[in-house]
């Protein structure tokens, strides 16, 4: 049963670039939500997206933005890359059944330097 | 007051000793909660979830819940070198689907 998979798992861009981050949810799970950690930092989050629609959003310019698929996959854009974008994003899925009681399950990551 | 406050520390405790870490967050109403570890450089790795005032076991971790008092922690027996990492506490609210909020997490050093 395959876990959930980001990618890629590094990636180096420079300010003002635009970038596109990957994830494939848990087998069974619909929801997924991103998560922005930086170095010494618990996971901040992004959005989350169900049904092909964007939930609910934390506190985070409309240079975040994202999309999901028929098949629950989801992408992470970031446009106009800042220094201060650098981090570890973090794509989490989540069941449907009992949704309040779900826990995150998450893959490994992608690791975003900008310089 | 941040809706999810932990120590940062470091903790530091001998191998074989019991490692307490402690959470306590805002949102009285808040309803399940959960403890990640996060070795340095990889994702967080879900360990126990509780929903339930008390305490809940999985081995040599235990979880304990004080809605009363606003607080949820971890307690791991006999810790081993292996256990060292940063231990996050995480929540979800009320209010919001099933969005998740994070501490900023402990670290835990066992010394062997």
């Known amino acids: 049963d395959a876990g959930v998979t980001q990618s890629p798992t590094h990636l180096i861009k420079t300010r003002g670039q635009q970038v596109t981050l990957r994830c494939s949810p848990k087998?069974?799970?619909?929801?997924v939500s991103w998560y922005q950690q930086a170095l010494g930092q618990g996971p901040q989050f992004i959005f989350q997206y169900y049904e092909e629609e964007e939930r609910q959003r934390g506190n985070f310019p409309d240079r975040f933005s994202g999309h999901q698929f028929p098949n629950y996959s989801s992408e992470l854009n970031v446009n106009a890359l800042l220094l201060g974008d650098s981090a570890l994003y973090l794509c989490?899925?989540?069941?449907?059944?009992?949704?309040?009681?779900?826990?995150?399950?998450f893959g490994n990551g992608t690791r975003l330097t900008v310089t | 007051q941040k809706e999810v406050e932990q120590n940062s520390g470091p903790l530091s405790v001998p191998e074989g000793a019991i490692a307490s870490l402690n959470c306590t967050y805002s949102?009285?109403?808040?309803?399940?909660f959960f403890w990640y570890r996060q070795y340095s450089g990889k994702s967080p790795e879900l360990i126990m979830s509780?929903?339930?005032?008390g305490d809940k076991e999985d081995g040599r971790f235990t979880a304990q819940l004080n809605k009363a008092s606003q607080y949820v922690s971890l307690l791991i027996r006999d810790s081993q070198p292996s256990d060292s990492a940063t231990y996050l506490c995480?929540?979800?609210?009320?209010?919001?689907?099933?969005?998740?909020?994070f501490g900023t997490g402990t670290k835990l050093q066992v010394i062997p």
């Open positions: 995480a929540l979800r609210p009320t209010r919001g689907y099933q969005k998740v909020t």
């Open positions: 087998s069974g799970h619909d929801t």
């Open positions: 509780i929903y339930s005032n």
């Open positions: 949102d009285r109403g808040s309803q399940s």
């Open positions: 989490a899925s989540s069941s449907p059944e009992r949704q309040e009681n779900s826990p995150l399950h």
